[in-house]
């Protein structure tokens, strides 16, 4: 599990890849730095825009509970932020996992474990409803997430199984991240043609 404070952020595996320039890159030099390009070049954007967000959420978490006092308006825009990467996350997520056969079985099954811990807060938050039952509301009087003062972090999703949006930031990451250009198997096209 990431750190749940300040190093976390600082440290992402994918955005950290694009810290060394390639000239004039080859294409096997361009997916060892970036390995869904090859099964889409729109989704590895989202991708990285996510990762992106992810860093901006992780700093304003550390400086609006590291403020003296708390900086409520900050946190409570990046509540706002948190609860749209956790949209666009699932969403990335969810087209990936229906793309089973693009991708490694072993990169598929830490996708299907990111898209269950993004899901155990989206159904919740998205939805108003509680994750893997059918329409069993979640209570909508309710604040959209809790604050964890000592870790700065949010609870997020259903308050009777919260989960830290700092964990979610980093299994996002660690998964992306791990991610290697063998581990894509075709183009994200291909996927619909094994299903028709």
């Known amino acids: 599990m990431p750190s749940l404070r300040n190093g976390w952020g600082r440290q992402m595996g994918m955005i950290q890849r694009f810290k060394t320039v390639l000239i004039n890159p080859t294409w096997d030099e361009e997916l060892d730095r970036e390995p869904l390009l090859a099964f889409s070049f729109y989704l590895s954007s989202r991708v990285l825009q996510l990762l992106s967000i992810a860093v901006e ?3 304003d978490l550390d400086k609006g509970f590291g403020a003296n006092p708390v900086d409520g308006a900050r946190v409570g825009r990046t509540s706002i932020m948190v609860w749209l990467w956790t949209l666009g ?3 990335v997520t969810r087209t990936m996992c229906q793309a089973k056969t693009c991708f490694s079985p072993e990169a598929m099954a830490q996708l299907e474990e990111l898209k269950r811990h993004l899901a155990s807060v989206r ?5 108003m409803e509680k994750p893997g039952r059918k ?3 979640v209570n909508s009087n309710r604040s959209p997430d809790g604050w964890d003062f000592e870790k700065r972090d949010l609870l997020l999703g259903d308050p009777e199984a919260a989960v830290s949006a700092r964990f979610l930031l980093g299994e996002f990451d660690r998964v992306m991240s791990a991610m290697k250009k063998t ?12 299903d028709a």
């Open 57 to 59: 959420i992780t700093e």
């Open 89 to 91: 996350a699932y969403e």
């Open 123 to 127: 159904m919740p938050d998205a939805k």
């Open 135 to 137: 329409k069993v509301p």
């Open 183 to 194: 581990d894509v198997l075709a183009h994200h096209s291909t996927a619909y043609k094994a």
